[in-house]
């Protein structure tokens, strides 16, 4: 396993230098029909880096991409890490308010996507004032603006940009202390926030994770997470080339070609999330899953509880599951267990190393073992956390109260040290794996003209995470229908965030200082007079 002092600091390049140096001609990465070794990545990232140079691309800037998963992904990543500017992934489903805001609030000059993602981005031009040119990924031309300038935004050819650029990596400009990327929250009391990750953050949850998981340089892993969430970056890509090994990335989740891809690629580990571990678990028997009986070694993923674990063990043969630990996007891991310790049933894992992390009451009065509070946290180390949020020095300094950053969420530890995590006091929503901002779903809304008041909560779901509801007070002689609504929403949301439940009313629950009181509405679920989209026929797919 890989060893790091406990003082060392390191940075993205560094890592990948190293690999590329110890085993150029390696596989490094497997995007199905597309094989690609550590000298391939290097090129390709090299001639990506110096396009992006001759765009004016320097050090600070932010460059975001809305792609899909594949090497030019990768490279991007690389590639503005190289050149020292700071990489902003977009969830790929985004449209409208939910992805201008991050674009804009970013300051990014340039964005990459995907040939048919790129219409999006000049929908909402008008809001995009720092945005220089958009580059296009691909030859395929499925937009209606050819490349050229529009909207105040040149359209170019990323293709076109890299060709005949040299191939040699320019010299990494980058401290580890310097920021790497911008991993937006989901924005659930607010607009979303761009959480400032620097290099040695990056890396030091990589450290975490190879701990955790038991990933040595042996195993080839296998992963379907999109590459602008940070798990695909923190537990395939970037450990990949510690262990100076690789991985298969999958572009997206199928539950019928999982076993099959599983032995394609020969993948001895894979990493998987939410409820892509219970839909694998329960599904029906397949030729491949028996001829891949006991080729995983490892699965690791979250939730991952005891029943389902045990499950994965007896079916498929897998001989290690899980992942006991706890922490968020502003500071991973916060608790852990390092591989092949034995942890308390419901438990995520014991302090470590990296972090202090204790249980305050409101007054941040610390509580004793086995009592509920708000989890509080604060560095170990230096730059293995969030440096704060972009461009909002009051919302970071809010949550730094008393020198504790306060996570919004509740926990316990037990008179052992392992720590529960009880519940979360943030008023956010969760669906299939995927945060949402319930403000930004708010303001979607709001642009129907026959809703003039609107509250989107969550309702609990018989699938274990939330169903999205939508509470909305219509205008006066409106006669606008749930299912036309619902039908609406599709065009102007990413697919996860469109609402199940939809419900007319007079008027909302509110405090006396006008604001709505989500608590009230979610106690009440599914009422009488709630629309459902499952029963109703409705169909869309993702997008």
């Known amino acids: 396993m890989i060893r790091w002092t406990t003082s060392e600091l390191d940075s993205v390049d560094a890592v990948f230098d190293r690999a590329f140096e110890a085993v150029p001609d390696r596989l490094y990465l497997d995007f199905g029909a597309e094989h690609h070794t550590y000298a391939d990545v290097a ?46 992934p977009v969830n790929t489903a985004y449209r409208g308010e939910f992805l201008r805001h991050q674009i804009a609030d970013s300051g990014a000059k340039i964005v990459i996507a995907e040939h048919d993602y790129a219409e999006r981005i000049f929908d909402v031009a008008a809001g995009l004032g720092d945005v220089r040119a958009v580059l296009r990924r691909g030859n395929e031309v499925t937009d209606t603006r050819s490349l050229g300038h529009h909207d105040g935004i040149d359209l170019l050819s990323l293709d076109e940009l890299r060709e005949g650029a040299d191939d040699r990596l320019p010299a990494p400009v980058a401290a580890p202390s310097d920021l790497c990327c911008f991993v937006y929250t989901a924005g659930t009391t607010g607009p979303s926030k761009g959480c400032m990750i620097s290099h040695n953050y990056f890396v030091n949850t990589t450290r975490q994770y190879l701990q955790v998981s038991g990933r040595g340089k042996q195993h080839h892993t296998w992963t379907p997470l999109p590459l602008f969430h940070f798990n695909a970056w923190n537990c395939t890509v970037l450990p990949t080339a510690v262990l100076h090994s690789s991985a298969t990335i999958a572009p997206r989740f199928s539950l019928s070609g999982f076993w099959p891809e599983i032995e394609r690629s020969g993948a001895t580990m894979t990493t998987l999330l939410g409820t892509i571990l219970s839909l694998i678990a329960n599904a029906p028997d397949s030729e491949a899953a028996k001829r891949c009986y006991g080729q995983l070694e490892i699965v690791q993923g979250a939730p ?29 891991m916060t608790t852990s267990l390092s591989h092949g310790e034995i942890a308390k049933s419901g438990s ?7 972090f202090d992390v204790r249980i305050f009451d409101d007054e941040d009065n610390e509580l004793p073992a086995g009592e509920v509070g708000e989890i509080v946290v604060r560095p170990l180390k230096p730059h293995v956390m969030f440096e704060g949020y972009w461009n909002r020095p009051d919302a ?6 008393n020198m504790w950053f ?50 989107v909560h969550s309702v609990l779901s018989d699938v274990g995470e939330d169903d999205v509801k939508v509470t909305a ?26 609402p199940r439940y939809i419900e007319f009313r007079a008027e909302l629950p509110k405090n006396p200082v006008g604001r709505v009181l989500k608590y009230a509405l979610r106690d009440e679920g599914v009422t009488a007079g709630t629309w459902d989209r499952e029963k109703s026929g409705i169909e869309f797919g993702k997008r």
Request: hydrophobic share 40%; proline share 3%; charged share 30%.
């Open 43 to 88: 090129a390709l990232t090299a001639r990506t880096a110096r396009g992006l140079a001759e765009l004016g691309v320097g050090k600070g800037d932010r460059v975001v991409t809305v792609l899909d998963n594949n090497i030019d992904h990768v490279a991007a990543m690389l590639a503005t890490s190289r050149l020292g500017a700071v990489l902003v």
């Open 304 to 332: 991952f509880p005891p029943e389902l674990e045990k499950k994965w063990k007896e079916r498929f043969g897998v001989g290690w599951t899980g992942a006991n630990v706890f922490g968020l996007t502003e500071c991973c």
């Open 348 to 354: 995520s894992g014991r302090r470590n190393e990296d």
């Open 396 to 401: 970071t300094q809010n949550l730094m109260r």
């Open 406 to 455: 306060h996570t919004g969420d509740l926990g316990r530890f037990d008179e052992d040290d392992f720590f529960y995590f009880v519940d979360r006091k943030k008023d956010y929503l969760r669906r299939r794996g995927e945060n949402i901002s319930s403000f930004e779903m708010e303001t979607a809304f709001q642009q129907h003209p026959d809703v003039v008041d609107v509250a």
């Open 473 to 498: 007070v219509l205008a006066e002689g409106a006669v606008l229908t749930p299912e036309v609504l619902c039908k609406w929403s599709v065009e102007r949301l990413p697919y996860f965030a469109i």
